[in-house]
């Protein structure tokens, strides 16, 4: 089965490009996913999870940047995955292609090339993967977009602005002179810092499975949408 899909993203082409390739950065954007560890030659292993009513579906797979061309912006991916009870599985080849657009957005074009094997070919009866996968592409793009923002630059505080001059140049000023005869207080005796109490990491947390039913319940939603959409013509 192949797809094609596009998505826009409000930042700059090179901003984008970073954040794609990168995919430990970018795995929290798709739901149910959730990287656990990568090879030295740049494989990641990871885990993929599906809530099918009391049942969860947890695929254990690899996906690996094939190649990558910073000059045109297109990158080949390698991904596939089995479900860890052996009941079938997944293999796809994923091009995404980075064009410039106007006012300083992204268009992404990704084409996926893939097959599945066991529960999930459920999913793929009547065009209903493609449904959902065109509702899991725009949560992603999203929170793909929401992390770009949080990793702009902030801009520099309000002392360029008033003119106000930092606390180490303060600090680095001249003391004001003493009066005459009269002798400087003796400095403070030094304090030694408190040592602080070695913090505790938190457990790490795989990834909340993403809900089987809620996904096939918004990707019928869309399709009524379209008829009605049709039908308004």
Same mark, same amino acid.
């Given at each position: 089965?192949?797809?094609?899909?596009?998505? &826009? +993203?409000?930042?700059?082409?090179?901003?984008?490009?970073?954040?794609? !390739?990168?995919?430990?950065? +970018?795995?929290?954007?798709?739901? #149910?996913?959730?990287?656990?560890?990568?090879?030295?030659?740049?494989?990641?292993?990871? &885990?993929? *999870?599906?809530?099918?009513?009391?049942?969860?579906?947890?695929?254990?797979?690899?996906? *690996?940047?094939?190649?990558?061309?910073?000059?045109?912006?297109?990158?080949?991916?390698?991904?596939?995955?089995?479900?860890?009870?052996?009941?079938?599985?997944?293999?796809? @080849?994923? +091009?995404? @292609?980075?064009?410039?657009?106007?006012?300083?957005?992204?268009?992404?074009?990704?084409? @996926?090339?893939?097959?599945?094997?066991?529960?999930?070919?459920?999913?793929?009866?009547?065009?209903?993967?493609?449904? !959902?996968?065109? =509702?899991?592409? =725009?949560?992603?793009?999203?929170?793909?977009?929401?992390?770009?923002?949080?990793?702009?630059?902030?801009?520099?505080?309000?002392?360029?602005? @008033?003119? &106000?001059?930092?606390?180490?140049?303060?600090?680095?000023?001249?003391?004001?002179?003493?009066?005459? #005869?009269?002798?400087?207080?003796?400095?403070?005796?030094? +304090?030694?810092?408190?040592?602080?109490?070695?913090?505790?990491?938190?457990?790490?947390?795989?990834? *909340?499975? !993403?809900?089987?039913?809620?996904?096939? $319940?918004?990707?019928?939603?869309? =399709? !009524?949408?379209?008829? $009605?959409?049709?039908?308004? =013509?």
């Amino acid at each position: 089965m192949k797809l094609e899909q596009s998505f &826009e +993203v409000q930042a700059p082409i090179d901003a984008v490009w970073e954040a794609l !390739i990168d995919l430990e950065r +970018v795995a929290p954007c798709l739901p #149910g996913a959730t990287i656990t560890g990568h090879d030295e030659d740049g494989t990641y292993h990871g &885990e993929f *999870k599906v809530k099918l009513g009391p049942t969860t579906a947890a695929y254990r797979g690899t996906v *690996k940047i094939e190649q990558a061309d910073a000059a045109s912006h297109r990158a080949t991916m390698k991904a596939k995955g089995t479900d860890k009870r052996g009941q079938g599985g997944a293999n796809a @080849t994923i +091009v995404n @292609t980075l064009s410039s657009g106007g006012g300083g957005t992204t268009r992404v074009e990704a084409v @996926t090339d893939f097959t599945i094997t066991g529960r999930l070919a459920r999913f793929g009866r009547g065009g209903m993967i493609e449904d !959902i996968s065109n =509702r899991l592409m =725009r949560d992603f793009s999203s929170c793909l977009q929401s992390r770009i923002g949080a990793a702009e630059p902030a801009p520099s505080g309000e002392q360029v602005a @008033t003119g &106000e001059a930092a606390p180490e140049e303060v600090a680095a000023a001249d003391p004001p002179p003493m009066a005459a #005869g009269v002798q400087p207080p003796d400095p403070p005796a030094p +304090v030694a810092p408190p040592v602080p109490a070695p913090a505790t990491p938190p457990p790490a947390a795989g990834a *909340k499975p !993403i809900s089987g039913f809620s996904l096939i $319940f918004g990707a019928l939603l869309d =399709r !009524i949408k379209r008829l $009605f959409g049709r039908g308004r =013509r």
